[in-house]
């Protein structure tokens, strides 16, 4: 079964540091997103990415945050300058059609980010 | 945030008895709802969903219920098996957004 592959597993880096966020999606789907689940908390939306610009993002998805597609598979999460409340699990998603109500997403397993 | 809430964080079932997942939400603009299950150490994957303009779906040993006058949606899983044991989230969505709002998830335990 095609499946959404996140690299790095986990991810430790300095508080100030950039890091990205790799993703491949599965390859004949269209619409890319980023979500995050804080340790005890919610999963949370991020940033959806449809034809090459983002279509939709949260509140949490500030100046600080960028999402690029720069090849045909990889979808990337850039946080320039991490804070500790950015450590979290951040996953990818993707799916065939437009939004959630068309078409369950598919998450790939996370990349564990923490921040020191 | 809590437009999603599933006020259950665990659950502890026998095999082979029925597991009652229980997900409320409060924004009137969702008009999908689904639901997915997580191991450790692997991203949320796809359950089972249900339209607004229906009250129940069933697939399997799963069905969903929705009472949209309690805002309020089920997820029963009959009968449990040890291999359920996981993390259930219920999200809900409206029409033409490209989010989900995930619930706080529950741990569901399935005993031999």
């Known amino acids: 079964e095609p499946e959404v592959t996140q690299t790095p597993s986990h991810q430790v880096t300095q508080m100030g540091q950039e890091v990205i966020l790799r993703c491949v999606p599965i390859?004949?789907?269209?619409?890319f997103y980023w979500y995050r689940q804080i340790l005890g908390q919610k999963v949370e939306f991020l940033v959806s990415f449809y034809n090459n610009e983002i279509s939709e993002k949260s509140e949490i998805f500030d100046d600080q945050f960028s999402v690029e597609r720069p090849d045909g598979s990889n979808f990337t999460l850039k946080i320039r300058s991490t804070k500790l409340e950015d450590s979290a699990m951040y996953f990818c998603?993707?799916?065939?059609?437009?939004?959630?109500?068309?078409?369950?997403?598919?998450f790939g397993s996370g990349t564990q980010l923490s921040v020191l | 945030d809590q437009q999603v809430k599933q006020n259950s964080p665990s659950l502890s079932v026998q095999e082979g008895r029925i597991s009652i997942l229980n997900c409320d939400y409060t924004?009137?603009?969702?008009?999908?709802f689904l639901w997915y299950k997580k191991y450790p150490a692997e991203g949320p994957t796809f359950l089972i969903s249900i339209s607004s303009i229906k009250d129940k779906n069933e697939d399997g040993r799963f069905t969903v219920f929705l009472n949209k006058s309690a805002k309020h949606l089920s997820l029963h899983i009959v009968p449990s098996q040890p291999g359920d044991s996981a993390v259930y989230f219920c999200?809900?969505?409206?029409?033409?957004?490209?989010?989900?709002?995930f619930g706080q998830g529950t741990r569901l335990t399935i005993n031999p």
């Open positions: 924004n009137s603009m969702f008009d999908y």
């Open positions: 999200a809900a969505s409206a029409w033409g957004a490209q989010k989900l709002v």
């Open positions: 998603a993707s799916s065939q059609d437009r939004g959630a109500t068309n078409e369950k997403l598919f």
């Open positions: 390859s004949n789907h269209l619409y």
